[in-house]
């Protein structure tokens, strides 16, 4: 039998079963390059990056594009991957690609991330950098601009003969032309153009844009492709269908922007809201922080001839009989009290299940899930506001999740979803609600925090609610408060001009321009040995590492001179000492004490602590006995005379 101690613990199997389904409706991802092949395109110009060597903004596209399909490789090998040229005279004459629109041609059919493909286009690469006229070569451009709704309509061919249907499908539209119809100013072009977009997010597709943009040639969104590109917050009825496009500056910061956007974002589920008594919306909701881990391992076998994938199942075994058991026949109950063998179960025509006094207490798999979620089934439940100022700091015990509407499950969710944010921010409310998010979770309380959104931050800050969850009363620490001796005002004032210096841009911190650097380092060299590179540790860049030359190149003399300050306020060294505290000793030594002393064979006089701390000083291990640190200070003397 189980032991009682896990008794709220199922086994992965039957977790794996009680999981809402939304949550994995879309595991797979799969992203479109649609690449302008117009000439401004094609156009050669200096290569930053390598010297004598000319590039175009398609072929840093199609850089991007490989290592975007490279991080995959690892990251996720199960996700699909396609690129489309479009404004080129080339065509596929047969197989995919086919049929899509003339003026657009598939170069990478979609379909499963997979090694060969990549080595194919790195190798179109290299061959572009040695031969920069090559890209103009096998795709020419064509006279005149195609129109965008052709170019939407390919995408959506593209997208729906060769990717998953179960999939979250995304467009990367990467162009530096601002103005796709300056030779035709055709009304009925952009009404196309808008009524094929439409189409692409009616069949599940999200467009990303990539607008390309040099001192030379500034892009200009509002030319053609702000009254093409849907708002976010254009209205209720189009709430949030396009995220804020792109102006890419500087074509080093492609590869970057687009890593940025590599993750799509899944919903950990989707259930019902009910306001009231018959009034019930559809939301989703979105983690805002996740702990990113190593893929997990999998066990092969080797058959000889092949390599096979070993799938894994569990099972139950009777160790008394031996023989496998029904998981459904399994209970759950303590390890304490009677023994099997004198247990004996009673059934009652109610339902109810009588114990006698010495028998152990068992719970079948359906009882644990009954006590676990209080037989309630997934959903969220306003049960009233309480203002603003009752959210406290500390009711911050949990990362949040962030709540979102859902149009596809309940009609007019967005409008209602919306209406209800407006209403709570103009009143200065937050709302009290019973969360479940899953049917083998345990229900909880959550305050609902509304968030207005800003135009101008994009994704960063989108309109929604924020799910707190709410402490219990032992859940509340009190924790001890020390005082401290406060900066002056002229160390305040002399710190302000560096660290306003040193702020971060536009004062949010990025995390997604900062990964995880042990996980980076680990997928870079499994990138490598996926494709037969060799992998030099040298070679690879910490983003969390801080950039020493260029703060000290910033504030460098700012710093200087509040150390100075620093060093001279008379309460810098001061310690506070509480009520029946004792001031702490001071056992720090000058080297010409202890020189001193190790001259006059007195070394052995001074304490233990004296000894550590001074050793601790010049980086060396405070470890051993008395006489041990008497010998190592002693050889650091005589090596520093």
């Known amino acids: 039998m189980t032991p009682y101690d896990d008794w709220n613990t199922l086994d992965k199997e039957e977790d794996d079963e009680l999981q ?35 590039t175009s903004h398609l072929l840093t596209a199609l850089y991007a594009a490989v290592q975007i399909q490279k991080r995959k490789v ?54 572009a950098r040695d031969n920069p006229g090559l890209l103009s070569e096998d795709y020419p451009s064509t006279d005149n601009h195609i ?15 060769g990717a998953p249907k179960s999939a979250t499908k995304r467009v990367f539209l990467i162009t530096d032309d601002d103005d796709p119809l300056a030779s035709s100013r055709n009304p009925r072009l952009i009404t196309s153009a808008r009524t094929t977009l439409t189409d692409l997010l009616q069949a599940g597709v999200m467009v990303e844009p990539f607008f390309i943009t040099t001192d030379d040639k500034p892009f200009d969104q509002h030319k053609f492709w702000a009254t093409v590109l849907v708002s976010s917050t254009s209205s209720e009825d189009e709430f949030d269908l396009f995220p804020a496009a792109l102006s890419i500056s500087r074509i080093d910061d492609l590869l970057e922007q687009m890593r940025f956007h590599e993750a799509q974002k899944r919903a950990l589920f989707s259930i019902p809201f009910e306001l009231a008594s018959g009034l019930i919306i559809g939301v989703k909701g979105y983690g805002l922080i996740t702990e990113q881990k190593k893929g997990a391992y999998k066990y092969f076998v080797d058959l000889g001839d092949r390599m ?42 109610f339902g109810t299940r009588s114990v006698g006094a010495g028998r152990r207490v068992f719970y079948t798999p359906d009882e644990v899930r009954s006590l676990r979620t209080l037989d309630l089934e997934p959903g969220i439940k306003l049960l009233g506001f309480k203002d603003l100022s009752e959210l406290a700091f500390e009711d911050n015990v949990r990362h949040s999740l962030f709540v979102y509407p859902d149009e596809g499950t309940y009609a007019g969710s967005r409008r209602t979803f919306t209406a209800l944010l407006s209403s ?37 800050e989108p309109i929604g609610f924020h799910l707190i969850p ?33 702020a971060l841009r536009n004062g949010t911190y990025p995390p997604d321009s900062y990964p995880n650097p042990a996980l980076a380092f680990h997928y870079a060299q499994l990138e490598a040995t996926a494709f037969r590179e060799e992998f030099h540790a040298a070679s ?15 504030a460098g003399p700012l710093i200087e001179e509040w150390m100075r300050l620093l060093r001279n306020d008379k309460h810098a060294n001061d310690v506070v000492v509480g009520a029946g505290l004792k001031r702490k000793p001071d056992i720090s030594l000058s080297e010409a004490e202890v020189r001193s002393r190790y001259e006059t064979g007195s070394l052995m006089q001074l304490r233990v602590d004296q000894m550590k701390e001074f050793l601790k000083a010049r980086s060396l291990a405070p470890l051993g006995r008395k006489a041990e640190l008497a010998e190592r200070i002693a050889e650091w003397l005589d090596g520093h005379p």
Request: glycine content about 6%; charged content about 30%.
């Open 74 to 127: 690892v990251v996720g090998p199960y996700d699909s991957v396609g690129i489309m040229f479009y404004n080129t005279t080339r065509r596929n004459e047969s197989g995919p690609g086919s049929e899509i629109k003339k003026g657009t041609y598939v170069y990478q059919p979609m379909s499963t991330i997979n090694a060969p493909k990549i080595l194919d286009l790195t190798q179109l690469i290299d061959e």
């Open 424 to 460: 709570m921010v103009k009143k200065g409310k937050i709302g009290l609600v019973r969360v479940l998010t899953r049917r083998n979770a345990s229900p909880s309380f959550c305050a609902l925090l509304p968030q207005e959104g800003d135009e101008a931050e994009g994704w960063a």
């Open 308 to 349: 096979e994938v070993v799938e894994s199942r569990t099972t139950h075994v009777d160790e008394e009989r031996e023989a496998e058991v029904d998981k459904n026949s399994v209970l759950f109950g303590m390890t304490l009290g009677a023994t099997v063998d004198n247990e004996e179960t009673q059934e009652h025509s």
């Open 20 to 54: 809402d389904p939304s949550h994995f409706e879309r595991n797979h991802d799969v992203i479109l390059f649609a690449i302008d092949c117009s000439q401004s395109m094609l156009e050669l110009h200096d290569d930053p990056n390598h010297e004598s060597a000319k």
């Open 540 to 554: 690879f860049e910490d983003h969390t590492l801080p950039k020493n030359e260029t703060i000290h190149k910033k």
């Open 470 to 502: 709410l402490p219990f009363a032992d859940d509340i620490r009190a924790a001890p408060i020390e005082e401290g001796f406060r900066a002056g005002k002229e160390l305040v004032n002399a710190a302000k001009p560096f660290i306003s210096k040193l």
């Open 147 to 161: 129109p965008v709704g052709d170019v939407f309509t390919s995408c959506n061919w593209v997208l729906r003969d």
